[in-house]
């Protein structure tokens, strides 16, 4: 396959498109809105339209409230830049951002096509980004769709607001809103853009009728959610989940009165006034200090009768969800052995204290599926829970549920356990683990975007999962020749997992019992 020379990858990575533009070839589109203006890359293969709006700045009046749509522009609108990133304070360090940095005016999505498509109508792959809902950007290089477009898909990432600004919930906003009902203005940026997919995607040659939804962390999250969405009905065909779902403990949708109360009591003290008008005219800067303050709420997504009219897991045991394929899973090393073991020692001894601690009763039941024979063995037993519980489990749970109620649709499970290079200044008794979005650039073939010391099994491996995900995006099946055999998630196949590593193959669920006893719980 080719790929952009590294030096050129490395400057696009690193530098404003603007500085490049006069080198690069314009290309122009009318969508409903005007005409926009975008690039050709270097090598003639990748047409690129960015800092799309989709709706209208939520800023003054529209803060706080539903996408509102674009006004229309005379002339030819640049599409060459990222636009702004939503209000965030810095909170992963692993995010790099190539953008302007945050503003509220952040409702823009990107896209990425090959400029000699294939395909007459080409599928859509919508991408949405992680960041646990209070940070995360479309700007980060290590999504950018640029490679990934190039196996004949059209790639769009989209902007949605976070936090604060994206999912408080008060009774005045409920009142005030027609539905009510308040929060979840980012899952409803989400939605607009999608809409926005089905009305203009045509225009790039892209197929309304085949649009695949995908993220990762609160992303992967985020499918869930739109998949239980009676909003989202129709506005895509497929879904992607990596590490991540409503029906797990973490982040858990609250109920509208609880989220409204905790909004409620937030502003007062954290802002001086519990009136919206008051609060509208706020900067967004000040709005974003007194959110990031210890012991505030963790703004996101929320039971509101509106976009999630039940609980996530309510929906789907009903079958109310979207009855899409799905192709799901998670990373081995989601959590760290610490957060079981805290200052204790890893070892035997005190990976049964900590179960003890944890499971009382049940802790003999625990250690038979999570045995711990050896001091290796506990340390990656305490490794496998604090992942489970951090993400595993609810993206089980997510499968299986959707399994059992979507009426047979295709579902397909994975496991990434391609470990990460050490860098070079990695101390010396570091392991290379597979950890919490290590998936990302290989998805994106995106591997040259961190500097690390990649061998032949990592680019192997970037390959192979950009074909499976462009498959599924294509056919609902992420088989394709070449490729080792993934089977349907499904009893009759004993619950196959695809692990995906050097030598990549689906073996039958060897840890079933470990979910299952956490379903118990």
């Not at 800092?51 to 609108?77: H, M, N, T, Y």
Request: glycine share 8%; aromatic share 10%.
């Amino acid at each position: 396959m080719k790929y952009l020379p590294w030096a050129l990858a490395a400057v696009l990575a690193v530098q404003p498109i603007t500085m490049l533009a006069q080198e690069l070839k314009r290309v122009q589109a009318r969508i409903e809105n005007g005409v926009i203006e975008g690039i050709i890359s270097p090598d003639g293969e990748v047409r690129t339209f960015k800092g799309i709006p989709f709706a209208a700045p939520p800023v003054g009046e529209l803060r706080w409230k539903p996408p509102q749509p674009v006004k229309s522009w005379e002339g030819v609108r640049p599409a060459i830049d990222f636009a702004a990133r939503p209000m965030q304070t810095r909170v992963f360090d692993d995010m790099v951002f190539k953008d302007p940095g945050p503003s509220e005016d952040c409702l823009y999505l990107n896209l990425w096509m090959p400029e000699r498509p294939k395909a007459k109508k080409l599928p859509v792959m919508v991408w949405i980004y992680g960041g646990g809902f209070v940070a995360g950007a479309t700007s980060e290089p290590r999504q950018d769709g640029g490679m990934l477009c190039k196996k004949d898909v059209l790639v769009v990432t989209v902007g949605y607001r976070l936090g604060v600004f994206g999912f408080l919930a008060l009774p005045e906003l409920s009142k005030e809103s027609g539905y009510n009902a308040s929060g979840n203005y980012g899952l409803m940026d989400q939605i607009a853009a999608l809409q926005w997919v089905q009305r203009n995607i045509a225009t790039f040659g892209g197929d309304p009728d085949n649009v695949t939804i995908f993220g990762e962390s609160a992303g992967s999250f985020s499918v869930s959610a739109l998949m239980a969405s009676p909003l989202a009905r129709g506005l895509f065909h497929k879904a992607i989940g990596q590490s991540g779902a409503f029906l797990g403990q973490t982040l858990p949708a609250r109920p509208l009165r609880e989220a409204e109360q905790q909004g409620a009591e937030f502003v007062r003290r954290m802002l001086g006034t519990d009136s919206v008008a008051e609060l509208r005219q706020k900067s967004a800067e000040d709005v974003l200090a007194a959110a990031a303050q210890p012991g505030n709420p963790w703004f996101s997504p929320i039971i509101d009768g509106h976009v999630l009219p039940e609980a996530p897991a309510s929906i789907y045991a009903a079958g109310k969800q979207a009855h899409v394929p799905l192709l799901a899973g998670w990373n081995r090393d989601e959590g760290h052995y610490r957060g079981v073991f805290r200052e204790l020692e890893p070892t035997v001894a005190n990976f049964r204290l900590r179960a003890s601690e944890r499971f009382g009763a049940r802790a003999e039941q625990f250690l038979k599926v999570y045995r711990a024979d050896s001091d290796a063995e506990a340390k990656r037993a305490a490794q496998d829970l604090s992942g489970d519980e951090f993400i595993g489990f609810g993206t089980w749970k997510w499968l299986e549920v959707h399994r059992q109620t979507a009426g047979g649709v295709p579902v397909y499970r994975y496991r990434f356990d391609q470990t990460l290079p050490l860098a070079k200044d990695a101390p010396a008794d570091a392991e290379e683990v597979a950890p919490h979005a290590a998936d990302i650039e290989f998805v994106f073939r995106a591997l040259w975007t961190r500097d690390l010391p990649w061998r032949d099994e990592h680019r192997a491996m970037s390959q192979l999962m950009s074909d499976y995900w462009t498959n599924f995006a294509k056919n609902g099946d992420p088989n394709g020749p070449g490729l080792p055999a993934w089977p349907r998630y499904t009893p009759e196949e004993k619950f196959p997992v695809m692990y995906l590593r050097a030598g990549a193959k689906a073996e039958p669920d060897a840890h079933r019992p470990r979910y299952e006893f956490l379903d118990q719980l």
